[in-house]
């Protein structure tokens, strides 16, 4: 694996898994940092591109698509500690729910 440095210096990468093209991450690789962050996913100019995992410390993570090294279209969100997942599209640095909650499933029954 190689160690970066990202944010000066303050966390630390190991690229556990991958390729580097002209000292950037391209195409499949697992990253982790000593925050206890993993991504597992696709790469492309060393941003997070295409589908992907990340995993975080307490147990919570995401898996979805990625575009530019943000969220970007269709994933799962599943909080940790109580492991409750929201079905999100993300746009433009937003996160807009799909998951139906309590309220609008009750009104939708009472509607029938």
């Known amino acids: ?24 991450k391209e195409g499949y690789g697992v990253i982790a940092s000593n925050s206890g962050s993993k991504y597992e996913g696709t790469w492309h100019k060393d941003l ?6 990340e995993t975080y410390r307490d147990g919570s993570f995401y898996a979805g698509q990625f575009d530019a090294g943000m969220r970007s279209g269709y994933g799962v969100k599943i909080d940790n ?11 433009l640095m937003t996160e807009k729910n ?9 009104k939708k029954q009472d509607k029938n």
């Open 1 to 24: 694996g190689k160690k970066e440095r990202r944010g000066g210096g303050a966390t630390q990468e190991l690229l556990l898994q991958g390729r580097m093209v002209e000292d950037l």
């Open 81 to 91: 500690p109580t492991m409750q997942h929201k079905t999100c599209l993300y746009s």
């Open 98 to 106: 799909l998951t139906p909650g309590p309220n609008e499933t009750e």
């Open 48 to 53: 997070q591109e295409g589908c992907g995992i």
